[in-house]
């Protein structure tokens, strides 16, 4: 397909490229991305979303993490993507955002949360119990006081990043 959609936008002197998961096994994906990055001007990674695990052997170890762009997974990721297509095709997208965690038996995910939303959590007196940086994830991990958003939906907890830990992670 990524080749017959090449071919036909030549006449229009356009290009293609490719949205591949955060690793090439991610979410169970098998494909010729050696073919797909012949055929396209880059493979997008999309680092972003990590926190989705293929199976959830992790949650039950303790070992997963709701980052949504772990350090580690996105290593693992790119590490792997080279291995089959050559890195001057490949674009790595990070989030910009976060997710919003209820801390149940396991962090239960309560959805995405706008960067300017957490900053205006951060920024807000008495609504921070602790903020930290996950050393394993390399990605902030936020304690709210109570409900981190103001519209009474539940979840006390997100994980983010900002220019801080997201500098790392671009330099892959």
């Known amino acids: 397909?990524?080749?017959?959609?090449a071919e036909a936008l030549k006449s229009?002197?356009?290009k293609i490229f490719v949205c591949v998961g955060g690793r090439?096994?991610?979410e169970f994906r098998d494909y010729d991305y050696k073919g797909l990055a012949e055929h396209a001007?880059?493979?997008f990674i999309m680092g972003y979303d990590m926190h989705f695990w293929d199976d959830y052997t992790c949650v039950l170890k303790g070992t997963c993490s709701p980052a949504e762009a772990s350090i580690k997974d996105l290593?693992?990721?790119?590490?792997s993507y080279v291995k089959e297509v050559s890195s001057d095709k490949l674009v790595l997208g990070l989030p910009w955002y976060g997710q919003l965690y209820q801390d149940i038996v396991?962090?239960?995910n309560r959805g995405q949360i706008s960067y300017s939303d957490t900053l205006d959590i951060v920024n807000t007196k008495h609504r921070v119990k602790s903020k930290t940086l996950d050393k394993a994830s390399q990605t902030w991990k936020l304690e709210c006081n109570g409900k981190c958003r103001g519209d009474g939906k539940p979840g006390g907890v997100i994980w983010y990043d900002d220019a801080t830990t997201l500098k790392p992670k671009s330099a892959l």
């Open 75 to 79: 290593n693992d990721g790119v590490t």
């Open 12 to 14: 229009v002197n356009a």
């Open 1 to 5: 397909l990524a080749k017959e959609v």
């Open 106 to 108: 396991v962090p239960f």
């Open 41 to 43: 001007e880059f493979l």
């Open 24 to 26: 090439p096994t991610y």
